[in-house]
């Protein structure tokens, strides 16, 4: 199918790696011109390479930290400047700590707020005239625990939700504009996020990394991790022209983990 994405411009939050990464990958095979971003000028540059080594558009690259907002406002400035007004916005952030409820104080709570919840709301205010204009597209990732809350990531649980209201309320706001809004939450996907969840799980209990991961697929239905790639295709067509009588959505990608509706 043709997306239909060929010559978009693509802003794409936290994409120097894991999830974000999967994504502006699968956007660049679609012919967007990227700006991809992230915190590590190095780790930033080297993902820009690999995706504009197989890309027709072009890909940008602008190092920025989630959690300020005049980075984010450089950012947005930086993508316009660069590659022209933004038609599709992919929020996304790293996941803050686990740790129990009597482990988090006011310092973690506040910057799980500012990188989890408020930095969203602050590249989509950035973001927001191009959209306008371009009948625009907005994809919020979170996470399944927005369904399914899950045990030792409070931050995540607590937050990601805010995300999930926000992301409806949105949608009907836009709607008159035509900016399509949609939540994607990705279940236990193969990244170093996951990666390093399984291994804090280990550590607490004292047993393997290999004990903990096989225990995690076996709850869920196709016994599987996902790969970033099948979450990318989902994010892309939500992303394009060609979905265009959906909003306000939340697509669960989780390969039947959670049991909720």
């Given at each position: 199918m043709d997306l239909k994405l060929r010559g978009q411009v693509a802003l794409v939050m936290a994409s120097s790696r894991g999830l974000g990464k999967a994504v502006a990958t699968e956007l660049a095979a679609e012919g967007c011109h990227l700006m991809l971003t992230g915190r590590d000028p190095e780790v930033l540059q080297q993902s820009r390479d690999e995706i504009a080594a197989q890309a027709s558009g072009t890909i940008a690259a602008c190092a920025a930290d989630m959690s300020q907002p005049d980075d984010i406002k450089k950012l947005v400035a930086a993508t316009r400047e660069q590659l022209g007004p933004i038609n599709i916005l992919i929020n996304n952030s790293g996941g803050p700590p686990g740790g129990d409820f009597a482990q988090l104080d006011d310092h973690h709570w506040q910057s799980a707020f500012e990188l989890t919840l408020l930095a969203y709301v602050r590249t989509i205010r950035e973001v927001l005239p191009d959209l306008k204009k371009q009948s625009g597209?907005?994809?919020?990732?979170?996470?399944?625990?927005?369904?399914?809350?899950?045990?030792?990531?409070?931050?995540?649980?607590?937050?990601?939700?805010?995300?999930?209201?926000?992301?409806?309320?949105?949608?009907?706001?836009?709607?008159?504009?035509?900016?399509?809004?949609?939540?994607?939450?990705?279940?236990?996907?193969?990244?170093?996020?996951?990666?390093?969840?399984?291994?804090?799980?280990?550590?607490?209990?004292?047993?393997?990394?290999?004990?903990?991961?096989?225990?995690?697929?076996?709850?869920?239905?196709?016994?599987?991790?996902?790969?970033?790639?099948?979450?990318?295709?989902?994010?892309?067509?939500?992303?394009?022209?060609?979905?265009?009588?959906?909003?306000?959505?939340?697509?669960?990608?989780?390969?039947?983990?959670?049991k909720g509706y």
């Open positions: 597209r907005i994809i919020n990732i979170t996470s399944s625990s927005i369904k399914q809350p899950i045990p030792g990531l409070l931050l995540s649980n607590a937050f990601r939700m805010g995300m999930l209201g926000l992301g409806k309320s949105l949608a009907n706001e836009l709607a008159a504009d035509n900016i399509l809004v949609h939540t994607v939450a990705p279940g236990r996907v193969a990244t170093d996020r996951t990666n390093y969840l399984d291994q804090l799980k280990a550590d607490k209990l004292g047993v393997s990394l290999e004990q903990i991961s096989n225990e995690a697929k076996k709850l869920i239905p196709l016994q599987r991790y996902g790969d970033p790639q099948e979450f990318a295709r989902v994010v892309a067509f939500l992303a394009s022209p060609v979905c265009s009588y959906m909003t306000g959505s939340t697509i669960m990608v989780d390969g039947g983990m959670v």
